[in-house]
């Protein structure tokens, strides 16, 4: 029993030195929550955001940042890290990485070299969101300032993850998602841009957080396509929204649609995308089937909501707005980019090899460009607000 208690003992004794040592080496790491990717005079800059360990204790004064962003420069990605390391007093450990954030710029270029160093890198859990910087370095966009959080990229990774179920005007694309979109056959990756309203300058800067409206403010707005590893354009919001959809990856979505001479808009939920992919011999048509519940949040038209046929006119009128909407990002992506974004090619491959196999290699240029998509869109308005007439139609009953 004696020799049982030593051992425990023993045990208990080792879990706590080790304990110290473990404390000791976390004083020499470098927390990196972002990364930011830029091309500068024929050089990459690399720019990592650090947090300062010192004003989260609460052993700084108050005009200290939370964070300090370091960056360094080469002609590769290496050599920039080389030099980034060499002015940090600390080594950089980014297994808390939250954000990656890569300049326009880059991205025409090619980010393969980027994925490639990040994927060699073992301490990378491969779980962090990449966005692109548009109209803006990248490292500008992690040195921008939030009010409501104490890192940039903590700022960014939250308005990803609101976004994604709230509003659905985002892409949600996490590092080991773009990866297996770059790698796998008959699909193109994209990202979201982010850019930044306001003062860049000023909103560097401490101060800018002691006003109630803050000097600038960053926002996840258009989306990147890609074609291989580079960036070939950009869609706004409506074909953001499309694109979730179309990929059955849409949360809840605000609709506008026109009604008589005015506009109405719904909130869309429960949106289902079912694809089918069909042949005429080796010609594939793209069958979609779209349906989702609506709710009425607002409407500036004279209409009697009592009525079912009016519900269902509506309904209508929403399905149309959806279907054409839906239509035009298909023709932008086919047409302006032909990026498979979609996946149909995907979809072939992993269901049909033997079809992929007869027309991939004409599949980028020559029949995705001009591939026949089917669609039918049905929404159903579940709901119409807790008042059953429009305010204009009660009025008019007065």
């Known amino acids: 029993m004696k020799k049982i208690k030593l051992f425990i003992g023993l045990i208990g004794i080792s879990f706590l030195t080790t304990g ?12 990196t929550t972002g990364i930011a990717i830029d091309f500068k005079e024929d050089k990459y ?6 947090a300062n360990a010192k004003k989260n204790q609460g052993e700084s004064n108050k005009q200290e940042s939370s964070s300090v962003v370091y960056s360094g420069e080469g002609n590769s990605i290496s050599l920039a890290y080389m030099d980034l390391n060499n002015k940090i007093p600390k080594i950089p450990y980014i297994s808390h990485l939250e954000v990656l954030v890569i300049s326009e710029d880059v991205a025409k270029k090619g980010v393969i070299n980027i994925i490639d160093f990040l994927m060699r890198n073992p301490e990378s859990r491969k779980e962090f969101y990449i966005v692109l910087s548009k109209d803006t370095e990248a490292s500008t966009i992690l040195q921008t300032l939030s009010p409501l959080e104490s890192f940039p990229s903590q700022s960014i990774a939250n308005n ?30 994209i990202l979201s841009g982010i850019e930044i309203e306001g003062n860049e300058e000023e909103g560097k800067e401490q101060s800018s957080l002691e006003s109630s409206t803050p000097s600038a403010t960053t926002k996840i707005d258009k989306m990147g396509i890609f074609k291989d590893d580079k960036l070939v354009g950009w869609v706004g919001t409506n074909e953001t929204i499309a694109i979730n959809i179309l990929n059955n990856k849409a949360g809840t979505v605000l609709l506008e649609s026109k009604c008589d001479n005015e506009y109405m808009a719904a909130t869309l939920s429960n949106v289902k995308t079912k694809t089918n992919i069909n042949f005429n011999e080796d010609i594939p048509i793209v069958k979609l089937d779209i349906v989702a519940e609506g709710a009425l949040v607002e409407i500036n038209c004279k209409k009697n909501l009592e009525e079912i046929s009016v519900i269902e006119q509506l309904g209508d009128e929403f399905s149309k707005s959806l279907k054409e909407m839906l239509t035009d990002t298909i023709q932008l992506v086919q047409k302006e980019y032909q990026s498979d974004i979609l996946g149909y090619g995907n979809m072939i491959y992993k269901n049909n090899l033997k079809k992929w196999e007869k027309i991939k290699n004409k599949w980028e240029k020559e029949i995705f460009p001009n591939l026949e998509i089917e669609m039918q869109v049905k929404i159903s308005l579940s709901s119409k607000g807790s008042f059953e007439q429009t305010l204009m139609e009660a009025k008019n009953e007065e």
């Open 160 to 189: 990803i993850k609101s976004n994604q179920s709230e509003q659905s005007t985002i892409i949600v694309s996490e590092y080991s998602e773009f990866v297996s979109k770059l790698l796998k056959q008959g699909i193109e990756p």
């Open 45 to 50: 800059v690399v720019s990592y955001m650090i």
């Open 20 to 31: 110290c040592w473990n404390y000791h080496e976390l004083n020499d790491l470098a927390i």
